[in-house]
């Protein structure tokens, strides 16, 4: 029986990744749940296992290569010497020949700048892989428009994301070419482009190229704000009760439970009991199909050292009370900053949570995270002053105060649907139980 072993869905914005090591050799026995290789992301690291008992029989890439998402690794066989055949279209086989340029077409100039790429007009010494060359061809890409593509895989190589990230910024430019065009009557105007501003070095500017993973992030911004027309609504919400329960608990929480108990899992409760009653917002649109979710997954926009961003998940963070909430928050959270998050842990959310009130900010319009339909930010808790009703008389207080924005895809949700949903969340925090133990 032949066993294939394929690398797995990553998480969203993720369609490649390096494989580190081999673990494994052609021969060797291996049980199930046995590592096979090591993978790396911008993101996460991680071992890919086997799925049963076999054999290794043969292994389709190599070190430092970037399968895709769904292509097979390695075959492992149940019995040490069976036969097999690789259906090269079926089993999505990259071919991965050594490139070598063609003789006299390495030299600078023997083609135009201007001139389309093709197989057999390449002038770089540059290892460009046969997708990259698939790419190059499709887009009309030129000679000298590949030449130009800063690499970021081994040995400078052109990678996926920065042929993407290139087409990318080539179509703003196009757009935005187009537009000064069309307003332009009179007067002829130039786009001055960051490319044309680094031939000529100026003291008074710095110029620090992004890192692969902050384009990455950038590229998913754009994606989500291009896919999901978003809106958001936001709330002010007296949260005087849940500050001052948290306050009385707090010490006594940490000595039970040996963690520190923040405002943030007594807020992930209140998106949870919300969630529950307004499922269609736990969800996500797949063509003309509203897909929602049983399991409420919760994302907490986590931000690290680096200025870089991840969101770690909470798996099933409805069935967890709230000892559970701030176990899973904070050892996710942790992990996430020294980068020790698992695959599966920055996988499947169904709703996220950023707390911009963290850098005492009082609220923002987050972006969405793609697939979810739906993203909520919470302010700082702040003092003010509140009108408060007693009897038939109204007077003055101070209150703890908090903000919540929620910004959500208007392709599903309106804004009845959104603010009704965000209505609940502000009143179970007002009406939070102030009695309760821990």
Do not use: C
Request: charged share 25%; aromatic share 6%; hydrophobic share 40%.
């Amino acid at each position: 029986m032949i066993i294939e072993v394929r690398l797995p869905a990553m998480g969203e914005g993720i369609t490649d990744a390096r494989l580190s090591r081999w673990l494994v050799k052609p021969g060797d026995y291996v049980k199930k749940d046995a590592p096979l290789l090591e993978i790396s992301t911008d993101k996460v690291d991680s071992e890919i296992v086997a799925p049963s008992d076999g054999y290794v029989q043969k292994l389709l890439f190599k070190e430092d290569d970037l399968p895709k998402i769904g292509e097979l690794l390695v075959i492992l066989t149940s019995e040490q010497n069976e036969v097999f055949e690789i259906n090269n279209q079926k089993q999505l086989l990259r071919p991965t020949p050594d490139f070598k340029p063609i003789s006299g077409r390495g030299i600078p100039g023997k083609l135009q700048k201007d001139e389309p790429f093709t197989e057999k007009k390449n002038i770089s010494y540059r290892y460009i892989s046969p997708f990259i060359r698939t790419i190059a061809i499709q887009e009309n890409i030129t000679v000298d428009e590949l030449e130009s593509i800063p690499g970021t895989g081994l040995d400078k190589r052109i990678t996926k994301d920065d042929i993407f990230l290139f087409l990318e910024e080539r179509s703003v430019e196009e757009i935005h070419s187009t537009i000064i065009t069309s307003n332009s009557v009179k007067q002829e105007t130039k786009a001055v482009l960051p490319i044309e501003l680094l031939k000529e070095p100026r003291e008074d500017i710095e110029y620090q190229e992004l890192s692969r993973m902050r384009k990455m992030i950038a590229a998913n911004m754009i994606r989500s704000k291009n896919t999901s027309p978003h809106v958001s609504s936001f709330v002010e919400v007296n949260v005087t009760k849940l500050v001052r329960w948290r306050n009385k608990v707090k010490q006594r929480f940490g000595e039970q439970y040996k963690e520190n108990l923040t405002f943030l899992p007594l807020f992930i409760e209140a998106v949870i009991n919300a969630l529950k009653n307004f499922p269609t917002i736990n969800a996500s649109l797949e063509g003309d199909f509203l897909v929602i979710k049983k399991n409420i997954n919760i994302g907490i926009a986590t931000a690290l050292a680096d200025g870089n961003l991840i969101v770690p998940v909470i798996s099933k963070a409805d069935m967890l009370d709230l000892s559970g909430l701030v176990k899973q928050m904070n050892d996710l959270t942790n992990r996430a900053r020294e980068s020790a998050l698992l695959l599966s842990e920055i996988q499947g959310g169904t709703f996220t949570i950023t707390n911009v009130g963290s850098v005492g900010n009082t609220g923002g319009t987050p972006i969405i995270r793609q697939p979810e339909l739906a993203i909520l930010a919470i302010g700082s808790i702040n003092k003010k002053p509140v009108a408060v009703k007693n009897g038939e008389q109204y007077g003055i207080a101070v209150a703890d105060v908090v903000e919540l924005w929620l910004s959500y895809d208007h392709r599903i949700i309106d804004g009845a649907l959104g603010g009704s949903f965000l209505k609940h969340i502000a009143e179970y925090l007002e009406d939070f139980d102030d009695t309760r133990s821990v």
